[in-house]
DNA sequence: ATGGTGGAAGGTCCA
């Protein structure tokens, strides 16, 4: 059976509502997790989303800030959310669908600008976040997918300039190991990856290029984990491109993974 | 080296 999944960080579901429901009608994922919604729950604008079919929702909201959630067509059992940091924001949201499988949408801390923890403490709560990341994987079981804007481009063809980027937060050294000590940790496999080993991938570009499309000068910030049982399904990783490009876009393309499973 | 843009606010904060 077929399953597509879908992360997009939309940077406020209320302003861009429109554009949620453009993907769902032109790529129609199973289920949609959305980072930056930017909105309590309950302005959460579902109703259009249910209008197309979208029924079930698990959603986590801060007024203004953070912000995730998970649609889906079929139903949704939610699942309780990691505190991670204990600092009671929205960065994590669960549900298991009817044929058991767990879904996990994060929202990584993006850092802030210098990526030095004794400095900055918006960096120092990233590198715990996904600390904790990989000590909840370890402890964690069964098939499950984790996706979401983890604000960390691992590989040197996940940005544009891996010479440039090194000292530029969302590239660093330390925030790299970091990541890769969660991939592994948790026993996820990176699926963009692993079904696009080679060449440049990006999922962001900036709001600041004068032409984003022409320079594209881009990050490959948005992630598809799935745990080693789910892993061998995975049958092809797409990044909407074509989103960044639509009309008061998001900075980050929706990414499609299709499983089989 | 710097600043560039965008969202939620209706202050600046955050990305």
Known sequence: MALTVCTWNINSV??????????????????LCLQETKTPVDKF????????GYHALAAR??????????????????????DFCGKGDARHVAARTGSGLEIHNFYVPAGGD??????????A???????EMA???????????????LNIAPGEDDVWSHRELLKVVSHTPVEVEAFEKARAAGGWADVTRD??????????????????????????????????????????????????????????APVIAEFDL
Request: aromatic share 8%; charged share 30%; hydrophobic share 40%.
């Open 135 to 149: 000590d909840w994987g370890r402890g964690r079981a069964g098939p499950a997918i984790a996706v979401g804007d």
């Open 195 to 252: 079904l696009t080993p080679e060449g440049k991938l990006y999922t962001w570009w900036s709001y600041r290029a004068k032409d984003w499309a022409l320079s594209d000068r881009g990050r490959r910030l948005d992630h598809v984990w799935a745990s080693a049982d789910v892993a061998p399904t995975a049958r092809r990783v797409t990044v909407l491109k074509g989103a960044r490009g639509w009309d008061k876009p998001s900075d980050h």
């Open 125 to 131: 709560h990233k590198l715990d976040f996904v600390a």
């Open 61 to 82: 909201g801060d007024k203004g800030y953070n912000g995730v959630a998970i649609l889906s067509r079929a139903p949704l059992e939610p699942l309780p959310h990691v």
């Open 114 to 123: 210098e990526p030095d923890r004794n400095i900055n403490a918006k960096f």
């Open 45 to 52: 604008p579902a109703e259009p989303f249910a209008a197309l």
């Open 14 to 31: 209320r302003l861009r509502a429109g554009l949620v429901e453009r993907l769902l009608r032109e790529a129609a994922p199973d289920i």
